[in-house]
């Protein structure tokens, strides 16, 4: 059976005097699910979803968006797109009522419609309570809401969200996946930019890395994690005199590369885990019980995911060694 692809690129080029700011991309983002783009700052995360939302021309290469060719059928692509950028897009000035209201009667709704749409969004969005605000007396999570908002009063059939929760506290963070979750449960297809690999991992079924404009790994989560770990352990010792020893030891257990902290005391790995969390629990505690068995004093330990750094870190690795 074929899946329907909401996005589907082939060599995907934009440059910026001599900056090949998207550097060649190929992605084939099934209809109906959240895809996520991991990558650092300067990536080309913005400029790719810019391309796709017919908001800038690419330089080379095709893009189709279910089906419709970004340039050619800009019009058709455009009328089942909706972008909430990286930065808001309200009018600050307006109340959170009248931006929702404007937007959807710039829509084409009538004026008992508008303001229909409107505070029912407010209120799924909890922002019932600031719906007479002036947007610039937002917070930046009660930003970032009414921006979502903005963007789904007529429900797209594919949502590009860029960067939706960077600088949100963990609450704010939270109450916008479960926006997301809610959005996809409709049926939209979300393409979410993401600085962090956690969010990716709560949101995504599958996850494209990009750095300098390229497509460095691509995959659903889990062959993600296979490849680059599904955990990162991160230890402090006693004495730092032990620490080749525990560097010897981790290596051996985890099957990875130990990063060496500036902290003398302090070592980090990622764990394989199959590519499981529960997986690379049960490496992390193996580890732990070499290390006792070795003399080696642990003081602290923990297992987290792996930072943007460390998924880099082994990718880049991986590479390296590949050549
Ligand atoms: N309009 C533009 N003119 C010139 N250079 C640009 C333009 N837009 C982006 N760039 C450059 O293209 C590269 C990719 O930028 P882009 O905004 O796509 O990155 P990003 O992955 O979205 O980063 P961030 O996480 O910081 O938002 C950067 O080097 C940026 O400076
Ligand atoms: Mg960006």
Same mark, same amino acid.
């Not at 404007?102 to 019932?128: M, N, V, Y």
């Not at 732990?288 to 297992?303: K, P, S, W």
């Given at each position: ?5 909401? $996005? ?7 440059v ?6 998207? +550097?060649?991309?190929?992605l ?9 783009? #991991?990558g ?12 796709? *939302? ?7 290469? =095709? @893009? ?5 060719? &970004?340039?050619?059928?800009? +019009? ?9 950028? =990286? ?25 008992? @419609? ?33 921006? $979502?908002?903005?963007? $789904? #009063? ?12 960077? !600088? ?8 916008v ?17 993401? =600085?962090?690999?956690?969010e ?5 079924s599958? $996850?494209?890395?990009? +750095?300098?404009g390229?497509?460095?790994?691509? !995959? ?7 490849s680059?770990? *599904? ?19 981790? @290596? ?7 990063q060496?902290?500036?902290d ?7 764990v394989?885990?199959?590519?499981? /969390? %529960?997986?690379?629990? /049960?490496q ?7 290390? @006792?068995?070795?003399?080696?004093? &642990? ?9 943007l750094? /460390? ?5 880049? +690795?991986? %590479? !390296?060694?590949?050549?």
């Amino acid at each position: 059976m074929s899946t329907e692809l909401a $996005i589907e690129t082939t060599g995907l080029v934009k440059v910026f005097g001599e900056n090949r700011a998207v +550097d060649g991309i190929d992605l084939a983002v099934p209809a109906g699910t959240v895809y996520g783009v #991991l990558g650092p700052n300067g990536a080309g995360k913005t400029t790719a979803v810019r391309m796709l *939302a017919t908001l800038l021309r690419p330089d080379a290469g =095709q @893009a189709r968006v279910f089906g419709h060719d &970004v340039v050619r059928d800009a +019009d058709a692509v455009r009328s089942r797109v909706s972008l909430t950028g =990286q930065y808001a897009s309200v009018d600050e000035d307006l109340t959170g009522t009248e931006n929702l209201v404007l937007l959807a009667r710039l829509l084409g709704h009538g004026k008992p @419609a508008a303001r229909a749409r409107a505070a029912q969004l407010l209120e799924a969005f909890g922002l019932s309570e600031a719906a007479g605000r002036q947007v610039k007396n937002y917070s930046g999570g009660m930003r970032r809401r009414i921006d $979502i908002a903005a963007s $789904i #009063l007529n429900t797209p059939d594919l949502l590009f969200l860029d960067e939706p929760t960077t !600088g949100l506290d963990p609450r704010s963070r939270n109450q916008v996946w479960d926006i997301v979750r809610a959005v996809v449960a409709q049926g939209t297809t979300v393409m979410l930019t993401t =600085q962090y690999l956690d969010e990716a991992d709560q949101l995504a079924s599958r $996850i494209a890395v990009i +750095d300098h404009g390229r497509v460095i790994a691509e !995959g659903t989560k889990g062959e993600l994690k296979a490849s680059v770990g *599904a955990g990162s352990v991160h230890l402090r010792l006693r004495d730092p005199a032990q620490r080749p020893e525990a560097e010897r030891v981790l @290596a051996l257990v985890l099957d990875a590369t130990v990063q060496l902290d500036h902290d003398p005391v302090a070592l980090t790995a990622t764990v394989g885990g199959h590519g499981t /969390e %529960k997986g690379a629990a /049960e490496q992390a505690a193996r580890a732990l019980a070499e290390l @006792a068995r070795a003399g080696i004093h &642990v003081d602290n330990f923990a297992l987290g995911q792996p930072s943007l750094d /460390e998924v880099f870190l082994a990718l880049t +690795d991986r %590479k !390296g060694a590949a050549a």
